[in-house]
């Protein structure tokens, strides 16, 4: 009988890698990305909802059936959209789903693959001219062989393009308005791959001036708003040029899910909590985005709400005054908010932060 699985050194070097990316918000943050292991048949992957911060003090590692699920996507079977039935219940004591992207590792040959939403990635994968940006930055990485793939659905959508589209050799993909996916052969490879991507697509950002705290604890004073859990996230209304890239329109899926569709843009704390943006859920918006002062985040709002705040400021704060940007549809904004796989990530969301997590560091 093989050894069990949390004691297989490539299983133990992927919850470090995934810990790791998950620690570093300028690599992924919240619930967002998933890392895989495809052993024995079995296909490991991080649960849907759970943070990869979290990997190496938690099972977050749910077995998926790798040829069964294979088989499900070869033949059209809806089942194949959240893999749930594929996963070896015996093997997944936590009874977490698989990740929603289940099917986008699935379809991957390589025996290692870590998917983030990598700040630096994003930065340029939402311009009109991504592509060629990004050819310029990945020309020099020998072993780099990648794909651009346009905006899809996270899941089925996504991982039909892939198989389609990736031939065995490619083992980067960029994908447009989400992430990046790095593959290989081991963990130490793709660690390797990923960091060394991640460097080559880096761009400067710009800095903001520092928020007067105490004008912003003023204006939120008596209301049901509270300051962001990092400050770096005052950046997008104090960077004149991060703010109108910012109110343009949602840039990719997370945003969407926890921050909801755009920002509010308001003058004060009142006027933002009263804004109803088209496309949102009901209540006050978790994020209110004040010109000038700073941002200010409902009390309701959760940790993945305020990892979603510093992101959306680390991405703009990258993309150059003037660029042309590519941004989500309000249908593509509809099909990622009424989605049942994403209403349960939504709702694993809201139950941790109940249980007083930490927001992500
Ligand atoms: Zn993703």
Same mark, same amino acid.
């Given at each position: ?7 297989? *050194? ?8 995934? %810990? ?82 289940? %099917?986008?590792?699935?379809?991957? &040959? ?43 659905? &996270?899941?089925? *959508? ?13 083992? =980067? ?35 903001? *001036? %520092?928020?007067?705290? %105490?004008?912003?604890? +003023?204006?939120?004073?008596?209301? #049901? ?13 104090? #960077? ?55 941002? =200010? ?18 991405? =703009? ?14 249908? +593509? ?12 990530? +939504? ?11 930490? &927001?992500?560091?």
């Amino acid at each position: 009988m093989s050894q069990p699985i949390d004691k297989d *050194p490539e299983f133990i070097a992927l919850r470090a890698l995934s %810990s790791a990316l998950g620690r570093d918000p300028s690599r992924t943050q919240a619930a967002g990305g998933n890392t895989s292991l495809k052993h024995d048949g079995v296909l490991w992957i991080k649960a849907s909802g759970t943070w990869l911060a979290h990997a190496e003090e938690r099972d977050i590692m749910v077995p998926v059936d790798l040829n069964g699920l294979l088989d499900a996507l070869a033949a059209d079977d809806p089942r194949a959209e959240t893999a749930a039935s594929f996963v070896d219940e015996a093997r997944n004591p936590v009874r977490l789903r698989p990740s929603i992207e289940t %099917s986008v590792h699935a379809v991957i &040959p390589h025996a290692v693959v870590a998917h983030i939403h990598c700040v630096e990635t994003i930065a340029l994968a939402v311009r009109a001219d991504g592509e060629a940006l990004i050819a310029e930055r990945l020309g020099s990485l020998g072993d780099v062989a990648w794909i651009y793939v346009s905006y899809l659905r &996270p899941g089925l *959508p996504l991982s039909k393009v892939i198989a389609a589209r990736s031939a065995p050799s490619v083992n =980067v993909i960029i994908l447009a308005n989400h992430g990046l996916v790095v593959a290989g052969a081991t963990v130490m490879e793709v660690a390797d791959r990923l960091d060394r991507v991640c460097h080559a697509l880096a761009s400067p950002a710009r800095s903001a *001036p %520092s928020p007067d705290l %105490s004008r912003l604890a +003023q204006a939120i004073e008596g209301s #049901d708003y509270r300051l962001p859990a990092d400050a770096a996230a005052h950046g997008l209304a104090l #960077d004149s040029a991060s703010l109108s890239l910012a109110r343009g329109g949602s840039l990719y899926p997370d945003h969407v899910i926890f921050l909801g569709p755009g920002i509010v843009v308001a003058p004060n704390v009142d006027a933002g909590a009263a804004a109803r943006p088209a496309g949102a859920r009901d209540g006050p918006p978790p994020m209110v985005t004040i010109p000038g002062l700073g941002i =200010v985040m409902h009390r309701s709002a959760t940790n993945a709400a305020d990892a979603l705040a510093r992101c959306l400021a680390d991405v =703009v704060s990258r993309i150059p005054p003037g660029a042309e940007i590519v941004r989500l549809t309000p249908l +593509q904004e509809y099909e990622l908010t009424h989605w049942e796989a994403e209403k349960y990530r +939504q709702a694993l969301d809201a139950r941790t932060s109940k249980q007083g997590e930490a &927001p992500a560091p």
